[in-house]
């Protein structure tokens, strides 16, 4: 496994990829207006977010990630599993684990996240 600190082992299954994406979210199965993040990273198995907002850890939210690849969003529910405030104090960084995605979505998330691979082994190459 890939260390993030000296002696402390990733906890991600999957490869973490920097990209700012805009994300919208809240909290699940509510009628309240979404709140806009910006997503610092994302993997298969989940994200992370800038929001000026606190969610609390094991709190469930709508996530809908707007995309170059079709006009509508994709839909995810995901479960916030770590937050700290960022360096600065002013933002909430949030690390969400993806819980439920239905076929259709799932099948344009793997296509964005092996369209970022790619972009970062040709990068590389």
């Given at each position: 496994?890939?260390?993030?600190?000296?002696?402390?082992?990733?906890?991600?299954?999957?490869?973490?990829?920097?990209?700012?994406?805009?994300?919208?979210?809240?909290?699940?199965?509510?009628?309240?207006?979404?709140?806009?993040?910006?997503?610092?990273d994302?993997?298969?198995?989940?994200?992370?977010?800038?929001?000026?907002k606190?969610?609390?850890?094991g709190?469930?939210?709508?996530?809908?990630?707007?995309?170059?690849?079709?006009?509508?969003?994709?839909?995810?529910?995901?479960?916030?599993?770590?937050?700290?405030?960022?360096?600065?104090?002013?933002?909430?960084?949030?690390?969400?684990?993806?819980?439920?995605?239905?076929?259709?979505?799932?099948?344009?998330f793997?296509?964005?996240?092996?369209i970022?691979l790619?972009?970062?082994?040709?990068?590389?190459?």
């Open positions: 496994m890939k260390p993030t600190q000296p002696g402390r082992p990733e906890k991600r299954q999957f490869t973490r990829i920097k990209r700012t994406l805009f994300v919208q979210c809240r909290p699940h199965e509510t009628t309240g207006s979404w709140s806009s993040v910006t997503l610092q994302i993997s298969q198995g989940g994200m992370s977010f800038f929001s000026g606190e969610f609390a850890i709190e469930v939210l709508d996530i809908n990630i707007i995309t170059f690849i079709r006009r509508e969003p994709i839909y995810v529910k995901g479960k916030v599993v770590g937050a700290q405030k960022d360096n600065e104090g002013k933002n909430r960084i949030s690390r969400i684990s993806i819980v439920k995605i239905n076929e259709e979505d799932s099948a344009v793997q296509e964005l996240i092996r970022f790619d972009s970062i082994k040709s990068k590389e190459e």
